[in-house]
């Protein structure tokens, strides 16, 4: 008997987990996964009902990986809250929920990991050494435990999307990886469990992230070069009050190489600092035929 928080169910084992997803598929049920790291907010609940409609049975995992945090970052202040989650999901109609604690995902003598090859080398990759490399690693794990048909991933993390959808190609793992839209606070803010972290001030400038990408990809659309309209977008998020950018550029779609041609969709992405706060969001960018 699986251990329930209010009225779902909840694996904290990896074998619990697979003797149900077991059962499911003995009854020709599909199966989706939707991996997250708690702190549950509206995107991740549009992962769910995006599970919930394409498969029988949704399964959410929560678990905090250490190994996609660096020494500097926020793993022990990440926001943590399993009850509060636990009714959302139900809430949801979530199947399950597969919370395991690290020494489950990573027992003693752990040494195999996933390297996430070329897509984690720019934008994201160049300011967080290791990190995709440890996300790559977990979902696979996180595939491999589950066996689901589908895995629904977020467009918020879109280079984390793409990474994942080459590591389950390239490692022949036998599930469909499904992007879905960002899901925005009505400012457009993109919804993130590191909003929390912002203080008031903070939380007035950083709808700008989200302004300052449509605009660049409006010069575009205008005929702008990529790069020049990459460039005065990230002087304008400075000048919203963001106090280091990380990052913004203009890439392809599917490679994150530098937008050139413009004939195949590419995506604005960035990154920038808000106090201790780092912030992620990006937004599509059509090719020209498409505009
Ligand atoms: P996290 O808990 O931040 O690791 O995110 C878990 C999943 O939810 C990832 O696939 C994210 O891309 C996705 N996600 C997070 N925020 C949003 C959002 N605002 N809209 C859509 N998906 C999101």
Redesign the pocket.
């Known amino acids: 008997m699986l251990q329930t928080i209010g009225t779902l169910p909840v694996a904290r084992k990896i074998a619990e987990l697979r003797r149900t997803v077991a059962d499911w598929r003995r009854n020709s049920e599909t199966v989706a996964l939707v ?4 702190a549950l907010h509206a ?2 609940l ?2 769910i009902a995006h599970a919930r409609a394409h498969a029988d049975r949704v399964i959410a995992t929560i678990f905090v990986n250490p190994t996609q945090f660096g020494p500097n970052e926020d793993f022990t202040r990440y926001p943590r809250d399993e009850a509060g989650d636990a009714a959302k999901l139900a809430a949801a109609s979530c199947d399950l929920l597969f919370a395991p604690d690290a020494a489950e995902m990573y027992p003693a003598g752990f040494a195999t990991t996933v390297s996430a090859g070329p897509l984690a080398a720019p934008l994201c990759g160049r300011f967080r050494p290791g990190h995709f490399d440890g996300v790559a690693t977990v979902v696979t794990k996180l595939l491999l435990q589950a066996h689901p048909h589908i895995a629904c ?5 879109y280079q ?1 999307l793409q990474i994942i959808r080459r590591v389950a190609r390239d490692l022949d793992i036998d599930c469909t990886i499904e992007g ?1 839209p ?2 925005r606070e009505s400012d457009g803010l ?4 590191r909003n929390a972290y912002l203080a008031p001030e903070e939380r007035r400038i950083a709808p700008a992230m989200h302004r300052v990408l449509v605009d660049a990809v409006a010069q575009v659309a205008r005929g702008t070069a990529p790069q020049e309209a990459a460039a005065a977008g990230s002087a304008a998020l400075l000048q919203a009050g963001f106090d280091k950018v990380d990052y913004l550029e203009i890439v392809y779609a599917e490679s994150l190489q530098p937008l050139g041609d413009q004939t195949r969709p590419g995506r604005a992405m960035a990154a920038a600092r808000l106090g201790k706060t780092r912030l992620i969001d990006n937004e599509p960018v059509l090719p020209r035929g498409a505009r």
């Open positions: 991996p997250t790291m708690g995107g991740h549009a992962l991933f977020g467009e918020k993390d984390q879905v960002i899901v993109a919804m993130s469990s």
